[in-house]
């Protein structure tokens, strides 16, 4: 059985990328306008498959039809840590996504994007994102403002007299640290099918908790012994996890969680050295000084899933890309700690300098989530191929 192709839009580090190749789809094109992303692509891709352009000027019928279409639309427009512009905003491309959509006709299609998205003030054009993905053949006037076209979409969505082409759209919450990955990341996918297929999709099922972890801690001390270390008092955790981390040492259940631990920090980085500032283990593992703690940047706990990593508009913010030890030691994640916290490949190479480096990181997609998302979409439409067959 030949494999599942895939087109990849706002591509950025590759984390989504990997995530699907791992998952054994087979990318045709990677797009992305930035420079330093398309380095870090073409390193780790073959030279052919990578388009460095605007998405705006992309030749989607060069590419003809693929089985799958994924990407992470530009996310500052819905940012909680941005302008707020969303629809307004220049940077908002899913209007280009559903482009891509129309023109490519896909079986199935991922799209990532910050929890933002959900807010409230976004209702309606989130609705209007939904409807265009689910009707990508409907003719918008482009003088028309969003809100007169998703009226339209609306209309036809409530009469549902349409014939064209149509998806079954469906979208969920994911934490990243739920699914393996070593750090707190919630984030929006956006999954469609096309609804000539019939298939039946639902969103993957966490299998790792924070129960899990803070039992493996404080309850069974599994956790301590696998590194060999002292467990330390409960004070240098932040309050909310203090109190939980208490409370089950004062009332421990019955029956254990059967989800697995969150992966931590330090269950990513335990076996590389302590960075130094010549890279001396690896050209990505350079120490750098200057991190410090201040309210609402206070680091990562290194026995906890790490925040959020994020890209900033001017360079690194501190307090998401930081460690912090039990003795309250800080320090900046190196570009390999960062990608492990990403769960990237240690061989997968990020260009650019450390800052911009990170920026990509900050931006990316974590692999293993990718990874466990494109598993649920292959494994439908392999189950649809083997029926037709």
Known sequence: MTELSCLELFAGAGGLAKGLELAGIKHIALVEQNKFACQTLRQNYDDQLVYEQDIQDFNFQHIGHVDIISGGPPCQPFSLGGKHGGNTDKRDMFPQACRAIRLCTPQAFIFENVKGLLRKSFANYFEYILLRLTYPNIELNG????????????????????SG??????FCLLNAADFGVPQRRERVFIVGFRSDLNVQWSCPNSSYSLDGLLQSQFITHDYWGRHEI????LGYL???????????????????SKLQPWKTVRDAIADLPAPDMDGCYAP???????????????????????????????????????IRYS?????????LEAK?????????RI????TEAMRQLGNAVPVLLGQTLAHSIVKVLTCKRLAVA
């Open 230 to 233: 002292t467990n330390p008092k």
């Open 143 to 162: 003088s028309e403002g969003w809100e007169q076209s998703f009226k339209k979409l609306s209309d036809i969505n409530a009469r549902q007299n349409y």
């Open 238 to 256: 932040d309050g909310r996890t203090q109190a939980k981390a208490q409370h089950l040492r004062e009332n421990p259940p019955l029956l254990l």
């Open 284 to 322: 990505e593992h350079i120490y750098r000084d200057g991190a410090r703690s201040y309210p609402g940047h206070t680091g990562s706990y290194i026995d906890l899933p790490a925040k959020a990593l994020k890209a900033g508009d001017h360079g690194v913010p501190g307090g998401e890309n930081m």
């Open 340 to 348: 492990r916290i990403q769960t990237f490949p240690d061989d997968y």
């Open 327 to 335: 003795d309250d030691r800080l320090r900046y994640f190196t570009v």
């Open 165 to 170: 082409v149509k998806y079954d759209v469906k």
């Open 351 to 354: 260009m650019g300098s450390w």
